[in-house]
């Protein structure tokens, strides 16, 4: 079983602050994805890292994928309360027994106070 | 476009009652997908369709637990009898061919109160 464990778990922080958050695993992904999700609704996708050593800017987030694509982060920079939520991220596999398996982290609930 | 569509959006009801999740995807889109989301465990995958045929029911808890996808519109996810222990919102969730590098459409979900 893949399994990917992130953190923090919880990040409460005030605007205009900086933070990471960090998703990593012991197995290899050929591609990994960003969710945010809102109360009341499903994830809604960031972001799909492919290749490693990736880096990817979507305005004030950036995502990178590790080098051996085992592990990912997410840095924003000036965090506004519109950025509150929870952060998904996903693994996903292209063969073998997990093929079709898109396997998720637990989860990084982000509050951020004006 | 319309996105994924799940009913009902809030479920109450008794132990040991019947459960039915229904779920319409993207129209064009060959992956269809349940999860179960909780605090304890986070999102779960349950159960994939690959052109209406299931592909992978490993993670479906228990036999209480059914799901069908008769066409390429329409799916159900039946629970019976229902659990206190089901209680969770419940995702669908869709994607094109080759997903995995592609995106995840989710419904809103179905909150589901067994008790």
């Known amino acids: 079983t893949q399994l990917l464990e992130q953190s923090p778990q919880f990040l409460s922080i005030q605007e205009g602050e900086n933070l990471t958050v960090y998703c990593n695993s012991s197995s290899v992904f050929s591609s990994l994805q960003w969710y945010r999700q809102e109360p009341g609704e499903g994830p809604v996708l960031l972001v799909t890292?492919?290749?490693?050593?990736e880096v990817k800017k979507l305005k004030r987030l950036t995502f990178q994928f590790g080098d051996a694509r085992k592990d990912s982060s997410l840095h924003i920079t000036a965090a506004q309360p519109g950025d509150t939520g929870l952060y998904l991220c996903a693994g996903a596999n292209a063969g073998g027994t997990s093929y079709g398996k898109l396997t998720f982290g637990q989860g990084t609930i982000l509050t951020v106070h004006p | 476009d319309a996105g994924v569509i799940q009913s009902p959006r809030h479920e109450v009801t008794e132990m040991g009652q019947e459960v039915t999740l229904r779920c319409k995807p993207i129209s064009g889109h060959d992956y269809l997908f349940w999860y179960r989301q909780t605090m304890m465990r986070g999102l779960e995958l349950l159960i994939y369709?690959?052109?209406?045929?299931?592909?992978?029911d490993s993670g479906m808890p228990e036999d209480r637990f059914s799901a069908k996808m008769p066409n390429a519109s329409f799916s159900t996810l039946k629970i019976q009898p229902s659990e206190p222990r089901d209680s969770a919102v419940y995702f669908c969730?869709?994607?094109?061919?080759?997903?995995?590098?592609?995106?995840?459409?989710f419904g809103e979900g179905s909150r589901l109160t067994v008790l």
């Open positions: 890292v492919v290749t490693g050593g």
């Open positions: 369709f690959n052109n209406n045929v299931p592909i992978d």
């Open positions: 969730a869709s994607a094109r061919t080759s997903f995995y590098t592609g995106e995840l459409f």
